[in-house]
């Protein structure tokens, strides 16, 4: 379930002067374990000065390409994003986790679909794969992209994104958004906001005949439009998004914490992890660290890597018993309905709790 493979890297692009795209060589015999939707993404394992480091990346290929590819973008005292723009070299090997992930299009691909998107920055990686995919599925699917950055010179796929546009010139609509680059038309002039959203949508796309709406970036961004996409009567199911770092408090108003079934009467837990048909046990407070932090120390090899209920990676299915989770950003309503539950956000709720891996 946690197994991380040896891949070595085919390809590296520089992006942009703080970004670099990323194609791994799949070799043909592990194919099936790397198969992935538009919008899932790669975990990768580093170790460095012996701490274990993790990073999720969204694939920005597509699926119907054959092709694995990632962008990293540098950050600021980042590990593996400083590593992956200075140091990293075609034939290195990285070890990668296969894609996860529930920011995919959930409809039929084959079918006609209108999708409208909002990224920022980097937030574009799993946009672009949607882009490739949905228009590639049908030839009467359309595709309206909003992106914003700071100047046209930190526009990650420009030249990529440019080419599709050739390629599906009365399908892919592309519209540039600059916070510091003053354009000839205002609206795109700015960030992208609660504002700008609702004055894009009077010109650019129509609400009533959008089958989707997904939206990559910043937390503020994410919630102002979503907000505003509400306001205008778009129904919540057909707003997707993903963060690519932890959440606020304030993101709770789009997506509230997934279980409420707390008992104030359990504070000592039995905790009984399955993973690859072995089980550890451990007792566990359960107003204490998550299940996954306290698995972790107790010697169990378990999938992570955000720990913050971003991602998917630590997704396990209670068993027996009940938690409570603190925070739900990857899962879907009915996954948590199953007994899905992100074990770096949960805590037992009954004296004895059993967390399945295998059941994923």
């Not at 599906?168 to 700015?190: A, H, M, N, V, W």
């Not at 539950?341 to 967390?355: D, R, Y």
Request: charged residues 25%; hydrophobic residues 35%.
């Amino acid at each position: 379930m946690s197994k991380f493979y040896p891949i070595s890297i085919k390809n590296i692009e520089r992006e942009t002067d703080d970004c670099v795209s990323i194609s791994l060589d799949i070799r043909d015999k592990l194919k099936d374990n790397f198969n992935y939707k538009a919008g899932q993404y790669l975990t990768f394992r580093m170790f460095f000065k012996g701490n274990d480091v993790r990073r999720s990346y969204s694939l920005c290929s597509s699926p119907l390409d054959n092709e694995w590819k990632v962008a990293v973008k540098e950050i600021e005292n980042g590990q593996f994003s400083s590593y992956a723009n200075r140091s990293l070299k075609v034939g290195d090997i990285l070890e990668v986790m296969p894609p996860m992930g529930n920011f995919t299009i959930k409809a039929d691909l084959n079918t006609k679909l209108n999708i409208v998107s909002f990224a920022s920055g980097s937030g574009i990686t799993p946009i672009l794969s949607f882009i490739k995919t949905v228009l590639k599925s049908n030839q009467q699917s359309t595709f309206t992209l909003f992106y914003g950055n700071k100047t046209s010179d930190s526009i990650i796929f420009k030249n990529e994104l440019e080419n599709l546009k050739k390629i599906y010139s009365d399908r892919l609509f592309i519209y540039y958004i600059f916070s510091r680059e003053p354009q000839s038309e205002k609206l795109f002039t700015g960030r992208l906001s609660a504002e700008k959203s609702l004055e894009l949508s009077k010109k650019h796309f129509d609400i009533k005949n959008t089958d989707g709406f997904f939206l990559c970036g910043p937390e503020e961004m994410i919630i102002q439009i979503s907000q505003q996409l509400e306001k205008l009567g778009v129904e919540k199911s057909k707003i997707h998004f993903e963060l690519f770092t932890t959440p606020t408090e304030a993101l709770k108003t789009l997506n509230p914490s997934a279980t409420e079934n707390q008992s104030d009467a359990v504070t000592t837990s039995k905790v009984t992890i399955i993973l690859d048909d072995n089980a550890i046990e451990f007792d566990l407070d359960s107003n204490g660290e998550s299940i996954l932090d306290v698995a972790l120390k107790n010697g169990a090899d378990l999938p992570f890597a955000c720990k913050g209920g971003v991602c998917c990676t630590c997704k396990a299915k209670v068993t027996s018993g009940t938690v409570k989770m603190d925070m739900n950003y990857g899962l879907e309503p009915d996954e948590v309905e199953r007994g899905y539950v992100l074990t770096c956000q949960s805590h037992p709720t009954s004296p004895e709790v059993v967390v399945d891996f295998d059941a994923y």
